[in-house]
């Protein structure tokens, strides 16, 4: 899991109560108190300490017997972490981290399942790239697209969206370890939480991706 933040907290506390075996958290910051409305493993008392060790004892404290492998960094490779797990959880803020993680993922045919949120919009995508037929991250936002990068840190979310992707993350990680489910290897769902609305939709290989259509020709 790249990122313990609005998405990663409430991801990290399901996959552990539910007992995943291992759980390997990546993030590099420390806790603020601008974060507690949505970082739901943190405290008061954890403000000012580094995310990834909270999230651990935090984690801990729910289930003694799940392995988190706290990691203080942000990665800008990711293959190696990529290579030995199971399913792959995008709770990242920023672009060159999605990329960076989609490459990995598309490289070793993991799983990855990605979540955004900001403001009162928020997407859950799940690409099941251990299937040829699935897209990659990139085949639905282009490495070279032009897109302005906005931030919880600076736009704000309303927190509970966070906690319904987050969760969302959980749940499809979960069917995907089990094996249960059935639905396209790529989706994207996108949630407006101003009109409550909740859409789903198949997302459709890019023959022409710059990242999947290179790689998994080879
Ligand atoms: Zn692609």
Redesign the pocket.
């Known amino acids: 899991m790249i990122g313990a933040g609005g998405l990663g907290c409430p991801a990290a506390l399901y996959l552990a109560a539910a007992g995943v075996g291992r759980l390997t958290l990546a993030d590099g910051d420390t806790v603020d108190l601008t974060n507690l409305q949505r970082q739901i493993l943190y405290r008061t008392d954890s403000v000012g300490a580094v995310k990834v060790e909270a999230a651990r004892a935090s984690l801990n404290s729910v289930n003694p017997d799940v392995v988190v492998v706290p990691l203080q960094e942000r990665l800008e490779d990711f293959s190696q972490l990529v290579e030995q797990a199971d399913v792959v959880l995008d709770c990242s803020d920023n672009f060159a981290t999605r990329h960076a993680l989609n490459r990995a993922c598309?490289k070793h045919r993991k799983p990855l399942v990605s979540g955004a949120a900001i403001r009162l919009e928020a997407q859950l995508m799940v690409f099941d790239l251990r299937n040829p037929a699935a897209?990659?991250y990139?085949?639905l936002f282009p490495e070279d697209a032009q897109v302005e990068e906005v931030q919880c840190s600076t736009m704000g979310v309303l927190a509970p969206l966070t906690g319904m992707v987050g969760s969302a993350q959980a749940l499809e990680t979960l069917k995907i370890i089990i094996g249960i489910g059935a639905s396209a290897p790529s989706r994207i769902q996108n949630i407006d939480a101003k009109s409550s609305e909740w859409r789903s939709a198949r997302v459709p290989?890019?023959p022409a991706?710059g990242?999947?259509?290179t790689t998994l020709t080879k």
């Open positions: 598309v897209a990659c990139a085949c290989r890019d991706c990242v999947c259509s």
